[in-house]
């Protein structure tokens, strides 16, 4: 079982709907997580992070699941702009893949 | 903002040639890492520091070296670049060693290698 999983997609949505990105996890140890964005030909950027109560920033809301090892990206009222593709980021101290395990990503693109 | 910069941006090399791109950061951040981001194969770590002349192989580490003698400038090398070796190269800085706060990228060093 890969580290982290994310369904690549795309997802193809209309401006204004509601999508939502899932993310699963392989390792219980996992302490930190994170969304990250990333735009065509573009480096990843930190997008939120993620806690245990879950977080909202503006149209943006994430949740952790620690029982079930996911991690959940919702975005409300998605614009134009919101196109990118979205990578699920766990923490795991140590290991020849770094402290941070990148997942491959799910691709958004908002149509008008 | 460019807290960490990356060079040359682009760049186009023969196989076999040697390549060595620049990591520069002014964050004083102790730990830094390369990746390469493949079309199927997402970010992969090549190498990272945890300090000065501190350095450790990453998963993809074959046929690269790095180093570190500043704080500031983390150096990949291409020992004899192969065209397998053609991507996208991101730097990236960490205050923590955990990864607790996440890493900041470079904004790449696209690579071909011909």
């Known amino acids: 079982r890969k580290e982290v999983e994310q369904d690549p997609g795309p997802f193809n949505v209309p401006e204004g709907a509601t999508v939502a990105f899932n993310c699963t996890y392989s390792?219980?140890?996992?302490?930190?997580f994170f969304w990250y964005r990333q735009d065509c030909r573009k480096e990843p950027k930190l997008l939120m992070s993620?806690?245990?109560s879950g977080n909202e920033d503006g149209r943006f809301t994430a949740q952790l699941n620690r029982a079930s090892q996911y991690i959940s990206l919702l975005i409300r009222d998605s614009k134009l702009s919101d196109s990118a593709t979205y990578l699920c980021?766990?923490?795991?101290?140590?290991?020849?893949?770094?402290?941070?395990?990148f997942g491959k990503g799910t691709k958004l693109s908002v149509k008008p | 903002d460019a807290g960490i910069t990356q060079s040359p941006r682009h760049k186009v090399t023969e196989t076999g040639t040697p390549v060595t791109l620049r990591c520069h950061q002014t964050?004083?951040?102790?730990?830094m890492y390369w990746y390469r981001q493949d079309p199927g194969h997402g970010l992969r770590l090549i190498h990272y520091?945890?300090?000065?002349?501190?350095?450790d192989k990453g998963e993809v580490s074959d046929g690269y070296s790095v180093s570190r003698s500043k704080t500031e400038d983390f150096l990949l090398t291409l020992e004899s670049a192969t065209s397998s070796q053609t991507s996208v190269y991101f730097c990236?800085?960490?205050?923590?060693?955990?990864?607790?706060?996440?890493?900041?990228f470079g904004s790449g060093t696209r690579l071909t290698v011909v």
């Open positions: 990236a800085i960490s205050e923590s060693g955990t990864g607790g706060n996440g890493y900041t």
């Open positions: 390792n219980s140890a996992s302490q930190s």
């Open positions: 993620v806690y245990s």
């Open positions: 980021v766990v923490n795991l101290y140590g290991g020849s893949q770094g402290n941070l395990i």
């Open positions: 964050e004083n951040h102790r730990y």
């Open positions: 520091s945890y300090g000065v002349k501190d350095t």
